[in-house]
Structure formats: structure tokens, C-alpha cells
């Protein structure tokens, strides 16, 4: 069988397979395909080369179609019948005929390598592989549903569609704030980095050049990290390391003075809004601001609470200047 062609298929079942398909290597019931099946990824309607088909009531769609609709590259492997996903730090293996799959993802302090077993294996028809999707899917960071009134299965963002619009169109304060949240748990598009002297009293930073919300620095001890909304996700597109205290840390990020800088590096002008938040014991705070291109810092907003209450709130309280505009709507930059 062509690799081109087997490739193809592999990738479109992995990703949308994973919703239903029995254990086994039962004959596949193609015919029960003859009721159409949509596929959306990302909100965008996709139509494979290959149709959707049923297996004894498990939907099993082709693999390449939908890896590549959202950015996975897809790897067939001829001799021993497996495919393998990759996007950004992250692979999974399939081997057709077998419930066991491989998921190796890069992490700070190394690759950490997964094998685990799915509740139906990889299946091939008609020189087409067909996968279970929802497990594979998850391991990039989507979500996958079967609407069964609409015979529809989406791959999607886990935001929701309230902050999902948010995110790309709504208020530039609003929409930092989710930006920002979703930092915490990063893809990676570069060797991930550890960060040095976290203190709980150093909190974490966000830096957000003027008008925009779809990239940032997070600063978390020494490690500075450029983040790259895709796909609703944080992707960290560059690291470095920021010596001094946290005052320090900024200028020498706005200086451009870092160290170990792995990926393509920013080139920080004009103003940064600023927030830095964290807990501390019993305690915690949130303090707003704008950084210059010279790394001077001026306060816009502190909140500090105790034991469950506040007890200092000065300022605006929002990742935002005054009379800031946002310039990256709809995602663009």
C-alpha cells in the first residue's frame, strides 16, 4: 500500500476515532457510513478525502485530514503499520491491530515517556487507517465531542466559547486575564526550560507589549518565557534567563539583557503592561503597572489580601493603561 495514502488515513481516524471503536480487529462495518457524518476542527467544517465510517456503532474517522487541520504532522511507518502525531513537544504512536499506545512529551528536566492502553486499537480499511480520537486529541491539548443530533464530531478548545470570544475580540484587560491563565499549563514550541529561585514572595509576572493580548512574557523566577496564543493554547515560542531581583528582572528583560536564550528572541519597545500576583503563607497580592522600553517601573493598581479578606486595594486593579487600545483583535498580530 502507498505510504501517501496510508498516511492519509491514519491521521484522519486517530483524531476522530477515539470516540467509538471496539477492541479488537472486527471486520469494519463501512457500510453503516451511508448517513453522513460531519467533522469540525475548531469551529471550521473539514471535509477529509475520506469519509467518516461506523464500526459497530464507534465512529472511526480518517487520521491525516484532521491532524493536519490543526498543525500536527502525521509519520506512517509501512513495515511495521504505525502512525505517529506530532505537534509542538508533543508525539503519540499508534500501531495498528494493537490497544497500546506511546506518548512521549518534552518537560522541563527532560522527555517524559507515557505507554498506555486505549479501549480500541488503530484499524485499517480500504488502505486507510482509523484510530480512537478522543484520548489522542486530548494529549494536544483539545477537546472532543459527539453531537449525535447533528451526527457531528468537533474537535475543539477546552475555553468554552464565551471566553474563547473574549479571548480573540473582547475587552483588552478581559481578555489578558485568560490569556495569562492559560500560561500555567504550556505547550512547548522550544526545549522547556526549568526556572531557578522560585520564591513564594516573588509571585509570577506577565509582560504584554501595548494593545496586544495573543503574545506575553511570563516571568516565574529567573525564566522568562515568550507566549504565543494558538488554538486558544499557550505556547512557549522562546526562554531565557533574567538575573536580580523581580524590579531587575524587568529591566534586564526590556534591556534585552538575558542569558541561555533558546528560541527566537523578542525585541521588547514602547510600554508593557505589567501584573505580578502570588501567595505567600496565608497571604497573597496582585500589583499592576507599565514598564517602559527603559525598564522604569510605575504602579497602576495593588491588592493585597489575608486570612480570606482583603485588606489593601489602591488602584485600577486590570492588565491595562489608560486610554489603551487593543491591536491584535481577532488574533492577528
Known amino acids: 500500500m502507498k505510504s501517501k495514502v496510508l498516511t492519509a488515513a491514519v491521521a484522519a481516524s486517530v483524531i476522530v476515532g477515539a470516540l467509538f471503536a471496539p477492541v479488537g480487529t472486527e471486520r469494519t462495518n463501512a457500510a453503516a457510513s451511508s448517513q453522513t457524518i460531519r467533522i469540525e476542527v475548531m469551529g471550521k467544517a473539514l471535509q477529509p478525502d475520506t469519509a467518516p465510517i461506523m464500526d459497530h456503532g464507534r465512529v472511526l474517522v480518517p487520521l491525516r485530514a484532521v491532524s493536519e487541520a490543526f498543525g500536527a504532522n502525521v509519520q506512517w511507518d509501512g513495515k511495521t503499520n504505525t502512525a505517529t502525531v506530532r505537534k509542538w513537544g508533543v508525539s503519540v504512536r499508534l500501531k495498528a491491530a494493537s490497544s497500546m499506545v506511546v506518548v512521549e512529551r518534552e518537560q522541563p528536566g527532560g522527555t517524559a515517556k507515557a505507554t498506555e492502553r486505549l479501549d480500541v486499537p488503530m484499524k485499517l480499511h480500504g488502505n486507510r487507517a482509523y484510530v480512537p480520537i478522543r484520548y489522542v486529541a486530548a494529549q494536544f491539548g483539545y477537546k472532543t465531542d459527539w453531537q449525535d443530533k447533528a451526527r457531528t464530531v468537533s474537535i ?118 505589567f501584573v505580578n500576583s502570588g501567595i505567600f503563607g496565608e497571604t497573597g497580592w496582585a500589583e499592576y503597572g507599565v514598564v517602559d522600553a527603559k525598564g522604569a517601573f510605575t504602579q497602576t493598581g495593588y491588592m493585597h489580601y489575608g486570612f480570606g479578606e482583603v485588606d489593601t486595594e489602591t488602584g485600577t486593579l486590570e492588565i491595562v493603561k489608560e486610554g489603551e487600545k487593543r491591536s491584535d483583535a481577532a488574533g492577528t498580530l
Open 156 to 273: 475543539g478548545s477546552y475555553l468554552g466559547k464565551q471566553k474563547h470570544d473574549t479571548l480573540y475580540n473582547g475587552d483588552l484587560a478581559e481578555a489578558r486575564e485568560i490569556a495569562f491563565s492559560q500560561s500555567y499549563n504550556p505547550q512547548y514550541n522550544v526545549t522547556p526550560m526549568y526556572a531557578h529561585s522560585v520564591g513564594e514572595i516573588d509571585g509570577v509576572t506577565a509582560l504584554f507589549p501595548e494593545g496586544e493580548v495573543m503574545r506575553f512574557i511570563r516571568i516565574d523566577g529567573d525564566l522568562a518565557q515568550q507566549i504565543k496564543i494558538v488554538d486558544d493554547q499557550a505556547v512557549v515560542i522562546w526562554a531565557g534567563r533574567l538575573s536580580g531581583t523581580n524590579e531587575e528582572r524587568l529591566r534586564n528583560f526590556m534591556q534585552r539583557e538575558w542569558t541561555d536564550s533558546v528560541g527566537d528572541a523578542p525585541k521588547p519597545t514602547g510600554d508593557y503592561m
